[in-house]
């Protein structure tokens, strides 16, 4: 089994910035894709970014020139820099990881999410 979990929200001026950490934990192989996903009041969780294991990224739209995902693949580790933040960017901020862990082979696990706050 493996564990994800996120830090590093918390609640920042517009215009300011925040890295949101993930880190993932366990009895692992190996960790495949990545990602940041965020959900705001009554809204669907959405797509933020992702990295594969070859480091290529994606990024939504609405964050392209402003995120930054990156992973640390030594300390099982994946980042999410943001600058420029907007408050339309208030939302929990969930990670994601495919990780090929002992016994129960390759599956998808979720962190409990990080709150991110963006004041006007």
């Keep these: 089994q493996a564990q994800v979990v ?10 300011g910035s ?13 960790i495949n894709s990545m990602g940041w996903y965020r959900q705001a009041p009554g809204t669907q969780r959405v797509m933020v970014a992702t990295i594969t294991s070859g480091s290529s990224t994606n990024y939504a739209e ?17 980042y999410l820099q943001m600058n420029s933040l907007k408050p339309e960017d208030t939302a929990v901020y969930y990670c994601n990881a495919e990780v090929d862990a ?7 696990y979720w962190g409990r999410g990080t709150q991110v706050t963006v004041s006007s």
């Design 6 to 15: 996120e830090s590093g929200g918390g609640l920042v001026q517009a215009g």
């Design 18 to 30: 925040l890295r949101l950490s993930c880190r993932v934990s366990g009895s692992i192989y190996s």
């Design 102 to 108: 002992v016994v129960v082979g390759t599956k998808t």
């Design 62 to 78: 609405f964050v392209k020139g402003r995120f930054t995902i990156s992973r640390d693949n030594a300390k099982n580790a994946f």
